[in-house]
């Protein structure tokens, strides 16, 4: 059964895959055939097919939005903004989220079987684009009838892909919502990742990608994910909430275990990582985020690549303390859209808590998007 096709009464978390024949081209000219989807719907679509609304996740993100994830046991990642009454209600709206292009959930990528030779594909995947992502949703939505977009939201990595669609695809999008993202990925941010790839490739376990029979770099891994959290945070929150506060003890050791909350947490926050994602896709989809610049393919001028979206609406949410996106990086994106001619409204919201500030609990944010999403059904 399709997912527009589900039961009034089954409205909520409906876990699905499914393979397409493809071709699916790539940006790097290679092409995938067949493509691999796992996704959650959450609603019905409407008759008229006009309420369907995508949801794009972040790097580390995945499909489980608003449902438990099979793997942690933890609830969805973005359940503060899913359910009845809120923003994105299932009675109104019928939600898709989509496991990216690369990821590790379901969904074509390193850690997934290649149909062709019956192995995991590891090293010999594709490289890959966001906008290679943005089609690979395209051809999904296809596959389940979805024509236009009520809405597209995204936030971090998410908000790429959200900026991304209606570039694409036009006529297939009434509105775009991008929340502490950017339009291109900056030198810092494409340093830090590196420091993360080099971490799992120098891991002993790694062995050039190939290691699904036997152990993951998990040490790597963890490394890496500990390196990009600090990014995620603001100095201001780990001031708050750890300081230089010691870790279960009344003294400092004098040695190398973790002194500190902070370092403590940051290990918490590594081997936890390694229990729910793979190395290689953490290599392939931050080199995808490196990648990542709108205004490449239209001769470096970010208003070019939004000058056929004019008939989209768009709404750019920053936080003031998120410094791996900060917001004179969205201020860019608005001054784009007006020069473009696109309908775009800005708000940069506070919060202590930095770059991951839209997956916590953000009543402020939340308003914005149930009233921006209310405006355009006027």
Known sequence: MDAHAQSHDDLFGLDRHVRLAGPLPLDSGASLTPVDFAYETYGTLNSERSNAILICHALTGDQYVASQHPITGKPGWWERIIGSGKPLDPERHFIICINVLGSCLGSSGPSAVDPATGDKWGMRFPVITVADMVRAQAMLLDHLGVERLNAVIGGSMGGMQALSWPVLFPERVESAIVIASTARHSAQNIAFHEVGRQAIMADPRWQG??????????????????AAHITYLSEAGLTEKFGRRLQGREAKTFGFD???????YLRHQGISFVERFDANS????????DYFDLAENHGGTLAKAFGKCRDTRFCIISFDTDWLYPTEESRHIVHALNAAGAPASFVELSSPFGHDAFLLEAPEMNRVIDGFLKAGAL
Do not use: H, K, N
Not at 258 to 264: G, L, P, Y
């Open 282 to 289: 953490y290599l392939y989809i931050t080199r995808a985020m």
């Open 258 to 264: 973790a002194d500190f909350q902070i370092e403590s």
């Open 209 to 226: 990608g190939a290691y699904y029979d036997g152990e993951a770099p998990s040490a790597g891994l963890a490394v890496a994910r500990m």
